[in-house]
């Protein structure tokens, strides 16, 4: 019997969901946000988690009946596209850690099983992972590339390939390359310059060097203008926004724009506190009444501030890890 379908669908997604209710402030979340029906006042937090882990698997065309479970543990069903419904579309979003816990849960038994069929696994895998990177095999260095690859794996395939294109996405969103012509053009680039762009059977790819991500989506610090948040931290700020949600920071840029927004570093770690939490936009619209009439305007002609940026759009914008660096790495 497959390994991967010995526990149901259902018992996985309940499994699952027992992660997320201690991730502080999941369950209000939810109830505000994705389950804000009558019954889900009557409703377990078991109950209320499990929903929302359905109502995100369902984006990804997983239902509750064991054919959808057969394509879940497929190769079909990839974690680059899960991750984008579960830590990206929209409140609640779950940390990337809680993530991979829930998504190896999602996927069955895999890692487990490994361990027993394999009793040297560790020994291997620790052995791979101290191997000088330019010992890995070009499968492997294509692998492990994406959005948070080492800038080990990025030197490396640059190197091998030259400084030419060869990197074809299948998502450009999510950073998920297309192995296949990847490596095909990889290998070409070894030898003779490679185009930018190629027509493959009436289909159309746009060919990327090493380090490029042309669609990818960075936070932008709602007090600083053209400052990318790393892990949430704004280095011109000194504090983490990771606790403040994307509404919250949208009204902080709208008081940043109408110049009442405060500057010491005291202060903002304050409006940071003020604006955390469920009530956060509660307490912002108190604070300030003005900003909040002008917040209600922009939000009703569609005029909000996205505070998102596109790495194509990041020329001249602050990467506070590499202050003064050309943006070559997007």
Same mark, same amino acid.
């Given at each position: 019997?497959? $390994?991967?379908?010995?526990?149901?669908?259902?018992?996985?997604?309940?499994?699952?969901?027992?992660?997320?209710?201690?991730?502080?402030?999941?369950?209000?979340?939810?109830?505000? %946000?994705?389950?804000?029906?009558?019954? $889900?006042?009557?409703?377990?937090?078991?109950?209320?988690?499990?929903?929302?882990?359905?109502?995100?698997?369902?984006?990804?065309?997983?239902?509750?009946?064991?054919?959808?479970?057969? @394509?879940?543990?497929?190769?079909?069903?990839?974690?680059?596209?899960?991750?984008?419904?579960?830590?990206?579309?929209?409140?609640?979003? &779950?940390?990337?850690?809680?993530?991979?816990?829930?998504? $190896?849960?999602?996927?069955?038994?895999?890692?487990?099983?490994? /361990? @027993?069929?394999?009793?040297?696994?560790?020994?291997?895998?620790? &052995?791979?992972?101290?191997?000088?990177?330019?010992?890995?095999?070009?499968?492997?260095?294509?692998?492990?590339?994406?959005?948070?690859?080492?800038?080990?794996?990025?030197?490396?395939?640059? /190197?091998?390939?030259?400084?030419?294109?060869?990197?074809?996405?299948?998502?450009?969103?999510?950073?998920? @390359? %297309?192995? +296949?012509?990847?490596? /095909?053009?990889?290998?070409?680039?070894?030898?003779?310059?490679?185009?930018?762009?190629?027509? &493959?059977?009436?289909?159309?790819?746009?060919?990327?060097?090493?380090?490029?991500?042309?669609?990818?989506?960075?936070?932008?610090?709602?007090?600083?203008?053209?400052?990318?948040?790393? +892990?949430?931290?704004?280095?011109?700020?000194?504090?983490?926004?990771?606790?403040?949600?994307?509404?919250?920071?949208?009204? &902080?840029?709208?008081?940043?724009?109408?110049?009442?927004?405060? $500057?010491?570093?005291?202060?903002?770690? /304050?409006?940071?506190?003020?604006?955390?939490?469920?009530?956060?936009?509660?307490?912002?619209?108190?604070?300030?009444?003005?900003?909040?009439?002008?917040? +209600?305007?922009?939000?009703?002609?569609?005029?909000?501030?996205?505070?998102?940026?596109?790495?194509?759009?990041?020329?001249?914008?602050?990467?506070?890890?590499?202050?003064?660096?050309? %943006?070559?790495?997007?």
């Amino acid at each position: 019997m497959n $390994t991967h379908t010995e526990m149901s669908i259902q018992n996985k997604v309940s499994k699952a969901a027992e992660l997320l209710t201690s991730i502080p402030n999941f369950i209000s979340t939810c109830k505000n %946000n994705v389950c804000a029906t009558a019954e $889900t006042v009557e409703s377990s937090d078991a109950d209320i988690t499990q929903k929302w882990v359905w109502s995100r698997l369902e984006k990804l065309g997983i239902y509750n009946d064991e054919e959808s479970n057969e @394509i879940l543990v497929s190769s079909d069903c990839q974690e680059g596209d899960a991750r984008r419904f579960f830590c990206e579309n929209g409140q609640p979003n &779950i940390p990337i850690a809680r993530f991979k816990r829930v998504w $190896t849960i999602l996927k069955g038994s895999k890692t487990e099983d490994k /361990k @027993i069929s394999q009793p040297n696994s560790d020994i291997k895998d620790l &052995i791979s992972a101290v191997r000088p990177i330019g010992q890995f095999s070009d499968d492997e260095l294509l692998k492990k590339y994406g959005l948070e690859c080492s800038e080990g794996v990025v030197n490396e395939l640059s /190197k091998r390939a030259h400084g030419r294109n060869f990197i074809v996405f299948r998502d450009k969103i999510s950073g998920e @390359i %297309n192995l +296949e012509l990847s490596k /095909k053009f990889l290998k070409l680039a070894r030898h003779k310059d490679t185009p930018s762009q190629i027509i &493959i059977e009436e289909v159309y790819y746009k060919l990327y060097t090493a380090g490029q991500f042309p669609n990818a989506m960075y936070d932008e610090c709602p007090l600083h203008h053209g400052v990318l948040l790393t +892990e949430g931290y704004c280095d011109q700020c000194q504090v983490s926004w990771s606790p403040v949600r994307t509404e919250e920071r949208k009204f &902080i840029r709208v008081i940043k724009d109408e110049g009442d927004a405060p $500057t010491s570093r005291l202060d903002i770690r /304050k409006l940071v506190t003020e604006a955390s939490g469920d009530s956060g936009i509660i307490e912002l619209k108190r604070f300030y009444p003005v900003v909040a009439s002008i917040f +209600e305007e922009l939000g009703e002609v569609g005029r909000l501030p996205s505070l998102k940026v596109r790495s194509s759009e990041t020329c001249g914008v602050q990467d506070p890890f590499n202050a003064g660096k050309a %943006n070559g790495r997007y």
